[in-house]
């Protein structure tokens, strides 16, 4: 539409930018990515409402909030619609397999790997009964670290640079690189550790 001239992304951008100034943007916004989050869906779409409007530190924090919550929900929630699936299989080789491997270092891990849906950890985690503060730490953590890095990019890209930067392994490459250190955290407990 900007290209047709039939909108300036940038004064949209300014006057939207001017509501920030109020309290309860934040918490609306927080609010409705906690919703979308519990019920599995696209809460993530809130990085490009939260990253364009607020400083990168503050979008971290209302993405962090945001996610968290609604992982909890998805958690309690997925955990409730799934208890009598869970009597059936709770004493079956793979459901046991599965729960053991709910460690911190595997949750952290699908936090920060970039593009890992949220729905699919937060659900799985509330089926397995992984451990709550593990659950709610890496989420804290993970949600924390990846948005900071995209809000960062996001903003800059709102204000002046590319959005192509987005796609630059500066962005993406901490991300890969806490999922692999994580991961390798796995492979160690696993292999070392659990003997």
């Known amino acids: ?7 300036d992304a940038r004064q949209i951008l300014l006057v939207a930018r001017e509501y920030t100034q109020h309290w309860w943007l934040a918490v609306v916004l927080i609010l409705a990515q ?18 364009p409007l607020y400083t990168p530190p503050m979008a971290t924090f209302i993405l962090a ?64 009964n992984a451990r709550l503060s593990y659950f709610i730490v890496t989420a ?18 709102s204000n002046s640079a590319s959005p192509s930067m987005l796609l630059d392994l500066t962005v993406i490459g901490p991300l890969l690189l806490l999922s692999i250190v994580s991961a390798a955290g796995v492979f160690i407990k696993h292999k070392f550790l659990d003997k």
């Not at 539409?1 to 909108?7: F, P």
């Not at 996610?67 to 080789?93: D, Q, T």
């Not at 949600?143 to 996001?154: C, D, E, L, Q």
């Open 34 to 51: 906690a919703l979308l989050f519990t019920f599995a869906l696209a809460g993530s779409i809130f990085l490009w409402v939260a990253a």
């Open 140 to 157: 804290i953590l993970g949600i924390s670290i990846k948005s900071y890095i995209y809000a960062r990019v996001i903003y800059s890209a």
């Open 65 to 128: 909030a945001g996610g968290a919550l609604g992982g909890l929900g998805a958690y309690f929630f997925s955990n409730y619609l799934s208890h009598e699936w869970k009597e059936k299989v709770k004493y079956s080789r793979t459901y046991r397999m599965l729960q053991a491997q709910e460690n911190f270092f595997t949750l952290f891990a699908m936090r920060v790997f970039p593009g890992f849906p949220h729905a699919l950890v937060n659900y799985s985690a509330g089926i397995l």
């Open 1 to 7: 539409m900007e290209i047709a001239g039939l909108l």
